[in-house]
């Protein structure tokens, strides 16, 4: 069965071809870009009504007109025909009484000779030209003045397209699109040793088998097939109801169900599916059983299994729900360059720019919709590879590097690429770094670079969103159940016991603090507490371990009196823990011993760039003295001014690693960083704390330790825990 999804699907566009408005346009342009004249500014009359831009672009399938049009949705907001007319009638911003004037603006940067460059834009004005224009579309031309250079490609070309020069499909599931997928898959398995599946996976509990004519699939057990490819499908759920696997139709799906009956995703997936020769396909609504009475929460923890042992996740980007097709129709010439007339070499002279298919925080994996979604994100990080259907065309991702079908030489980095999609591909081989790590993390620098890599994962998974906030740490059981394996630790509401000192110590970002929630489905020092914000991870040095900058000298720590009880990465958080106030209640404290001190809230703005700054001094110290105050990252917005407690979790004096190796220098101490939670009594009693924040002190090294220097402990340093004063310690329990 390999029918596309619309009857439109097998459109195809000629490239550099031309309306008859962009043909006139052309003729005009010419003869005044092969003058030697330097004028500022030129005028063309282009287009009587901006629905005949409109026109050129979709029902002539003008190259040029193509180029305007994309702009002219960006800039509108609006996509498609009768959105924009109808957004230009209500807004009155391209008025129908108004036509379109071209004209190019020279952009000095790029008049080096030969090459010179114009932004051509189209305008609005009336008529009579009795009002200045306003700029409706643009775009970026280049005009070479001698014609006898090599054409200089400003971003490569995907080499399907030029085979294509005089087709090109309007479908993303194109007989050439496929065959690229397929070269990229080749050169992945061959040359990438980061992409093969590590030893120890297992295949999933089941697979959908695809009938060879493609109309039927049928469920069976994934053991039954050990060496087979599959893929495995990432895609939107949705609000609206799908087909599910449940006790109740189970040997329905294992006697075979017609590939008709799917949603439009799965369809589609199938689809691709045989076009790669892959018979498999995973797909989470009818592998896993549904249901009170379904297996979710064991398979739930086989993440790392499905995913990682695939042969490719698709990932159905531009389908917002199972009721949507991700194989798209699209116009693919927008993304190429337009050339608009040759020399007598038969290089490009001149041509007009096609916009960047990769725009930074819009098309590109990381910044789809569907990337934004918590449960999508252990299955991106997991996957050696993904294959992204985009509403304008494909993107791959794998461990070894990026492409697209206009950027088709998969690479770590590749020109216009390298400012988003390169950072966001590091995902993946966090993954491979994190399993590439002894697991004797009683080795300083496994243990430091675990926590490192651990804090990575953290602080991008509160990038993504959920629909269920009691699903924060079930959503990644894949890679976490994959840890605890490996490295035999346990977790508590997702920190890990191991290292529970340093995972108490995350803090919220400062920008997003007015709109971090509390969900109270967690103990206040678990960041499975807080949603709408971004978190970020302090690792602190310990003994024998190096950091990127500094060394640690030395350390003081708070001692763990009582650990909280472990806890499953796929419990539900469910329990509201705003009424664990009393002691007999209290089974998920952490019991610590170390030093406490009453504080208070001072507001500041900082100096450059004027945003609000927290600041916590001791209580008790003078209002009007000076000092340099320890810096606090409330986890919400907070009326506690003098009701604040801060509490030293970890002390370390650091030197730059820079420093020769002499014991002398070895003993300098350059920083003195303490790490410390900011904490309020609990509502009744005097028992226990909560956690409402993070706090960082960074005391005078030279004052300190000319005061060590003559004998003295510290105590009139004017930092917020001066001395290190073993009677100084207290035990107390954050709920």
């Keep these: 069965m390999e029918v596309p999804p619309t009857s439109s699907a097998n459109r195809t566009v000629v490239p550099h071809t031309l309306c008859r408005w962009c043909r006139r346009f052309v003729l005009n342009l010419q003869s005044d870009l092969d003058d030697a004249t330097e004028n500022g500014q030129r005028f063309y009359s282009h287009f009587d009504d901006i629905r005949k831009l409109i026109q050129g672009a979709q029902e002539f399938q003008c190259h040029l007109c193509s180029i305007l049009l994309v702009n002219l949705e960006e800039r509108n907001e609006s996509t498609g025909v009768d959105a924009i007319i109808e957004k230009t009638k209500t807004t009155n911003l391209i008025p129908s009484n108004r036509v379109l004037i071209t004209y190019l603006q020279e952009t000095p940067k790029y008049s080096k000779h030969p090459w010179k460059a114009f932004n051509i834009c189209v305008g609005t004005t009336k008529a009579d030209g009795s009002e200045p224009l306003e700029i409706a579309a643009l775009a970026h031309l280049m005009h070479n003045l001698e014609g006898e250079l090599e054409y200089e490609t400003p971003k490569p070309q995907s080499k399907f397209l030029d085979i294509a020069r005089t087709r090109l499909s309007a479908w993303t599931h194109s007989y050439e699109h496929m065959q690229l997928v397929k070269a990229w898959l080749a050169a992945c398995i061959t040359r990438h040793e980061s992409c093969r599946p590590r030893p120890g996976l297992r295949k999933p509990t089941r697979l959908l088998e695809i009938s060879g004519d493609g109309d039927m699939i049928k469920l069976v057990p ?50 691709v599916c045989r076009a790669l020769a892959i018979r498999y396909l995973w797909i989470d609504a009818m592998c896993i059983v549904q249901g009170e009475d379904g297996d979710f929460k064991q398979e739930a923890a086989r993440m790392e299994d499905v995913y990682a042992g695939s042969l490719v996740t698709l990932v159905a980007a531009a389908a917002r729900d199972t009721t949507e097709h991700f194989l798209k129709e699209r116009n693919p010439l927008p993304w190429m360059d337009c050339p608009l007339y040759f020399g007598d070499s038969h290089c490009y002279r001149t041509y007009v720019e096609g916009r960047v298919f990769c725009e930074y925080g819009k098309n590109i994996p990381g910044f789809f919709a569907l990337d934004a979604r918590g449960w999508c994100f252990q299955e991106r990080l997991l996957s050696p590879r993904s294959l992204y259907f985009g509403s304008n065309g494909l993107h791959w991702e794998c461990r070894g590097g990026l492409g697209c079908e206009y950027y088709p030489k998969v690479a770590a980095k590749h020109g216009a690429l390298d400012d988003g999609l390169h950072a966001q591909n590091a995902l993946k081989n966090t993954y491979v770094a994190i399993n590439e790590l002894d697991s004797d993390l009683t080795d300083p620098m496994v243990s430091f670079r675990f926590r490192e890599l651990w804090g990575v994962v953290l602080e991008r998974y509160f990038d993504t969103n959920l629909s269920f906030e009691k699903d924060r740490l079930v959503a990644m059981v894949g890679l976490a159940r994959s840890l605890e394996h490996k490295f035999e630790i346990q977790a508590s509401y997702g920190l890990w016991l191991a290292f529970l000192l340093d995972e108490l110590l995350w803090s919220v970002d400062t920008v997003s603090n007015d709109t971090t929630r509390n969900l109270d489905i967690a103990p206040s020092w678990s960041w499975v507490n807080l949603r709408d914000c971004k978190i970020f991870c302090s690792n602190t040095l310990h003994k024998g371990e190096i950091g990127e900058e500094h060394r640690l000298v030395d350390s003081m720590s708070a001692d763990v009196v009582e650990p909280p009880k472990a806890t499953d990465f796929t419990a539900s958080m469910t329990g509201d823990f705003s009424k664990r106030q009393k002691q007999d209640d209290l089974s998920d404290v952490v019991r610590l011993r170390g030093r406490l001190r009453r504080c208070v809230k001072r507001c500041t703005k900082a100096k450059r760039s004027g945003a609000s700054v927290i600041f916590l001094d001791p209580f008790e110290y003078p209002e009007e003295k000076t000092r340099n105050a320890a810096v606090c990252r409330l986890d919400q917005a907070t009326q506690h001014d003098q009701n604040l407690y801060c509490f030293l979790v970890r002390r370390e004096y650091r030197t730059d690693i820079e420093r020769t190796s002499t014991s002398h220098e070895n003993s300098h101490v350059d920083t003195i960083w303490d790490h410390g939670l900011v904490l309020t009594r609990t509502d009744e009693g ?47 329990a954050i709920i």
């Design 686 to 732: 005097t028992y226990g704390y909560r956690r409402v924040g993070f706090f960082t002190d960074e005391p005078d090294a030279r004052e300190l330790q000319h005061v060590y220097a003559s004998g003295g402990r510290g105590d009139d340093l004017m930092y917020l825990f001066p001395g290190l004063r073993e009677d100084s310690k207290v035990e107390i």
């Design 222 to 271: 994934g053991a039954a097939s050990p060496r087979a490819n599959y893929a495995a499908l990432s895609y939107c759920w949705g609000q609206v109801p799908q087909l599910m696997l449940l006790r109740s139709n189970y040997s329905n799906f294992e006697s075979g169900l017609p590939v008709s009956s799917l949603t439009m995703v799965a369809q589609d997936a199938i689809i």
